[in-house]
């Protein structure tokens, strides 16, 4: 794993006005070894009822989607590795 490497994160996207701590990973809109931009959607995640888009936080290359489609997490987990270009 390449210390430069950046996490893909939903924690700073929750929504306020939920309570719950988990969510699923709906939609990848890219897969592994694609160019992304930054801002760009990567995924959907869903938290309660509530969709929310996750934006790539940097341009580079999606490295590793850690979280496949279908797949639960916990709040500030890791969903996938961007290595900036």
Known sequence: MSPDRV?????GIWPDDV???EGVVVDWY???GTAVEEDETLCTIQVEKV???????TTGTLAEI???EDDEFDRG??????EPA
């Not at 996490?7 to 924690?11: N, T």
């Open 7 to 11: 996490p893909v994160e939903a924690d």
């Open 19 to 21: 309570d719950a701590e």
């Open 30 to 32: 890219f897969g592994e």
């Open 51 to 57: 969709s929310v888009d996750v934006a790539a936080p």
């Open 66 to 68: 850690v979280l496949a």
């Open 77 to 82: 987990a890791t969903l996938a590795w961007i």
